[in-house]
């Protein structure tokens, strides 16, 4: 391609999460200054694809939006081309392969690269998409930070934000009123989330999927809490945190997305079993999608422009197949296919969960304590 003919298509997959916007924003501003490139966005992640929703975007569109939350091209988890979900003829729902249509469009769009921003739902597919001979570039983004070969994903951290200030104010209410206060916070399979912001707020008991917690640990540490004096606790679970005797709390299925099945609710059995066993008054808050509504933190979108410079770096050498990435401080690249290997979980000897237990807090797995 020559500097003057670059058509560079852009697009978020999966959920949204702060800090899109500025990636969008860098992305655009990077590739328009130094390869004169024409900028496709397209909408709706994947589902705009295969439907060949797309437009171009001026630098007035991509004008004042680092700041904002959400995506300005529009995202969606359902529209994984190779799951595809169509109106069969009886009106239900039938799942086809509709991949062909992503390719089509590709090349009646006259793309040169596609720069797909996502988690790893997003980069398999972008494997994929590799794969059929487009030109893909990955961006990892998704609050719950399970994306394999980079340290962080942008929004991560704003989630983080988010769900530390909750507990926060869930501190003052609970002390006030000698309550159990359980906070339930996203992360799908992984306990980033509620690793982090169980230690930077404080949390007497944080439960992750990555350390399966048993009920006994639990209450006892509410109780011994109590017997000394600190009438309340805080508990912050992970919506995928689990005990041997439950497992996984399932909210729902979507059989239109490629992982139909939606975490959610655990927090609630917590609450509902710290009650009955020490009948102390419990409350439970389902932080839920203010996770990942409104402004990225500063350390997002100076992440999220990092990463958007660097897919533009990618683009220019040529280098498909690859992906941004956040290591040791670093901005390098990656193989997408290595970043979707498995999930990137938290280590149970991670540092983040020795310094937590270093300070006496319970992941619901200890004995005799
Ligand atoms: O992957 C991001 C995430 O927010 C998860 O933490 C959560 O389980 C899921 O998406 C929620 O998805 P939805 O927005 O479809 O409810």
Redesign the pocket.
């Known amino acids: 391609m020559t500097r003057q003919s670059c058509r560079l298509g852009i697009l978020t997959g ?2 949204d999460c702060p800090g899109l916007n500025a990636v969008i924003r860098a992305i655009a501003k990077s590739a328009m200054n130094s390869l004169g490139a024409t900028i496709i966005g397209v909408e709706d992640g994947f589902e705009g694809l295969v439907e060949g929703r797309m437009k171009e975007l001026s630098n007035a569109d991509v004008s004042g939006i680092i700041n904002q939350g959400g995506t300005i091209l529009g995202t969606s ?1 359902k529209g994984d081309p190779w799951h595809y979900p169509m109106e069969g003829p009886d009106g239900g729902i039938e799942i086809v392969d509709a991949s062909f249509r992503t390719l089509k469009n590709y090349k009646r769009w006259g793309l040169d690269a596609l720069i797909a921003i996502g ?1 790893d739902g997003t980069m398999h597919i972008s494997h994929r998409c590799g794969e059929m001979g487009m030109n893909i570039i990955g961006v990892p983004k ?3 930070n399970d994306l394999l070969c980079t340290d962080l994903t942008f929004g991560h951290d704003t989630a983080v934000y988010v769900a530390t200030e909750a507990v926060d104010r869930l501190h003052t209410t609970g002390s006030s009123h000698h309550r159990v206060m359980v906070v339930e916070v ?3 399979y992984a306990g980033w989330i509620a690793a982090s912001a169980g230690l930077a707020g404080g949390a007497d008991i944080i439960l992750i999927p990555e350390i399966p917690f048993r009920w006994e640990p639990v209450f006892n540490c509410v109780i011994k809490r109590s017997t000394r004096g600190k009438r309340f606790s805080i508990v912050c679970v992970a ?1 995928g945190a689990q005990c041997p005797e439950v497992g996984e709390v399932v909210k729902s299925y979507d059989v239109k997305r490629t992982d139909a099945k ?2 959610g609710g655990v927090g609630e059995y917590v609450g509902k079993m710290i009650t009955e066993a020490t009948d102390i008054e419990t409350r439970v808050t389902i932080l839920g ?1 203010l996770q ?1 509504g409104g402004s990225p933190t500063p350390f997002d979108r100076i992440l999220a422009t990092k990463f958007g410079t660097k897919a533009t770096e990618l683009v220019a050498e040529g280098a498909f197949g690859r992906m941004a990435a956040l290591q040791s401080n670093e901005i390098v690249s990656v193989d997408i296919k290595d970043a979707i290997e498995r999930q990137k979980l938290v280590p149970p000897d991670h540092e983040i969960i020795r310094a937590a237990r270093a300070v006496g807090t319970s992941f619901g797995d200890e004995d005799g304590r």
């Open positions: 999966g959920g988890n988690g998704t609050i719950d996203m992360g799908r919506e939606q975490l999608h990942r």
